[in-house]
């Protein structure tokens, strides 16, 4: 089965520029989304197919792939940003979906 | 606004089942796939399996096969998740969450919204 990789955690000063990776066997041929979750709170859309961010997310987040990696870039960092974030792909081989492990982000 | 509203929390005993119901608003009903996913505490997010509430058709996570049943009332805009033979492990928050991809497509998208969650909490 198709296995999404994220780093556990990353840490980051307030106002700086965070980095969260996710990477897959040959990604850059899926569609990656990206989640945020608050503690105690169900997850939100904050960047789809790779890049696009939906309406009401803040231009500080933004999507990049590569060919084996996603990345999701929170810039200029808030406390409020501190959350878990997960990646997604639908595995057409499998007809699966697929999420990573998550990601921790704290504010220091 | 699209909504997913989700049933209340869920104390069950080994070996029963429980059934979690998601109630959609905002939007035409059987546009879109409805997915359930499960979160586990402290853990990441689990696909079970989503719903084609158009007609009742449903793909299952393997690892539910034999286990879970997805179903919906068009009637009502619901769609319902029922999980059987439930162990310890099976407590989690359960989340259903609309897909963007349009209803019979074959290429899956985006989930947008999530409903608030269901904590179904299993034990004796």
């Known amino acids: 089965s198709y296995v999404l990789t994220q780093p556990p955690s990353v840490s980051v000063a307030p106002g700086k520029t965070a980095r969260i990776t996710c990477g897959g066997n040959?990604?850059?041929?899926?569609?990656v989304h990206w989640y945020q979750q608050r503690p105690g709170q169900a997850p939100i859309l904050v960047v789809y197919?790779?890049?696009n961010r939906p309406s009401g997310i803040p231009e500080r987040f933004s999507g990049y792939k590569s060919e084996n990696t996603a990345t999701l870039t929170i810039s200029r960092v808030e406390a409020g940003d501190e959350a878990d974030y997960f990646c997604?792909?639908?595995?057409?081989?499998?007809?699966?979906?697929?999420f990573g492990g998550g990601t921790k982000l704290t504010v220091l | 606004q699209v909504h997913l509203v989700q049933s209340g929390s869920d104390v069950k005993k080994p070996g029963a089942s429980v059934k979690v119901s998601c109630k959609a608003s905002?939007?035409?009903?059987?546009?879109?796939?409805i997915h359930w996913v499960r979160q586990v505490p402290g853990q990441g997010l689990e696909w079970m399996g989503w719903?084609?509430?158009?007609?009742?058709?449903?793909k299952y996570a393997q690892k539910f096969q034999g286990r879970v049943a997805m179903t919906s009332d068009t009637s009502i805009k619901a769609v319902y998740m029922e999980l059987s033979s439930l162990t310890s492990h099976d407590t989690a928050t359960y989340y259903c969450?609309?897909?963007?991809?349009?209803?019979?497509?074959?290429?899956?998208?985006?989930?947008?919204?999530w409903g608030q969650g269901t904590l179904v909490t299993v034990a004796s």
């Open positions: 969450a609309r897909d963007l991809a349009p209803a019979g497509t074959v290429v899956l998208n985006w989930f947008d919204p």
């Open positions: 905002g939007y035409t009903f059987s546009d879109n796939y």
């Open positions: 719903i084609n509430p158009d007609g009742g058709a449903t």
């Open positions: 040959n990604i850059g041929s899926k569609s």
């Open positions: 197919e790779d890049k």
């Open positions: 997604h792909v639908w595995d057409g081989y499998t007809d699966d979906v697929v």
